[in-house]
């Protein structure tokens, strides 16, 4: 008894449909003179099929599909390929990262996690099945570079339908920012996993650079949802947030220059906010005020010594113009210190800012 077997997947299951013989289980299509130079005699004993090739063209048509952006393709290809090979860094982390790149808005959070785990077990399987250290490189690289996309399209995506939320609903807003919250997580996760995992394992200083540019996205999209989240959450992040700032720029020299100037800038603003706050509270009127009255204390002293009349008027007087003397005096002298003070720290800001602008002109 003979049969058609599937170049591609090996299957038995070959229809004829419209002229062209079909494989019912991967879809492969044949036509006449093909579909003869496949059969092969499968009565009596157990037939063994060459499948030397199988892979090689599987991995040739989820290639293809993958550079030409076909998801769907490529995922049912990588599918059937992890079914062949289970050590297959690639269809393990490809077979999820194309069924993630046709996942639903609703389904983005549990698309982030899958590819993270799958992401995470391919770079295992990559420092365990591929010898050469220029070979795990190129691995990591392919597969960073598929991450950076996947997560700038997933985090768009959750933005664009959380932004485009236009109901004057309180209540549906907060529901839809809280979905936006959940979906950001989770593919902040995915890139920082995938950074750590990478760290963990490799030691290659190309390596390290790709968990560092890892790092840097998820801390972009970490920036993206902490207004989004209460003043206890916000600290939380924050941290969360510095501690991978500088983990990338332990090993991206551009990234430590580039997040130095942005601090610096940060600072400066800080200080010209300062210096807009500063006011010199010292007012050189209070002085002639302060002898005016000193003088009348003065007069109405000698007044009130020298004659009875009206005695007790000029002694209240005094008693009224001497005190406000006084704290007049107390004033100047209170606003003087207040000045120099003031003054000191006017030259301190600005001295911060100058040298703070030369590093960043440097």
Known sequence: MKAIVCEMCSSHDIVKKDGMYICESCGTKYTTEEAKKMMVDISGSTVKIDTSDKLKNMYEVARRAKDDNNSET???????????????????????????MQTKIINIASAAY????????????????????SEQDEAVSQLVASIVIIGTMLHSSALKTYKGTTFNDASYEQKHQQEYIDRAVAVKDMLYATGDQ?????????????????????????????????????????????????KACKYDDAYAQKTAVKIRKARIAEIDRELGKIKVNYNPGVLGFTIVFAVAYIICSIVAGVTDEYALF?????????????????????????????????????????????????
């Open 314 to 362: 000029w002694i209240i007087l005094k008693w009224i113009c001497g005190p406000v003397a006084v704290l007049s005096f107390c004033f100047i002298f209170r606003s003087k210190s207040s000045q120099e003070e003031q003054k000191k720290k006017i030259e301190e800001l600005q001295k911060e800012k100058e040298e703070l602008e030369k590093q960043i002109n440097k």
């Open 198 to 246: 990478i760290e963990k394992l490799f030691t290659s200083e190309k390596a390290l650079k790709l968990a560092a540019l890892c790092w840097e996205q998820g801390v972009d999209v970490n920036r993206a949802y902490i207004y989004c989240l209460n003043q206890e959450s916000k600290e939380y992040n924050n941290k969360i947030i510095n501690t991978y700032v500088d």
């Open 74 to 100: 490529a995922a049912k290809y990588y599918d059937m390929i992890l079914m062949e090979d289970p050590s297959s860094w690639e269809a393990t982390f490809y077979s999820s990262y194309f069924s993630a």
């Open 114 to 133: 899958k590819v993270k785990n799958s992401s995470v077990t391919a770079i295992q399987m990559i420092k365990d099945n591929v010898a050469d250290e």
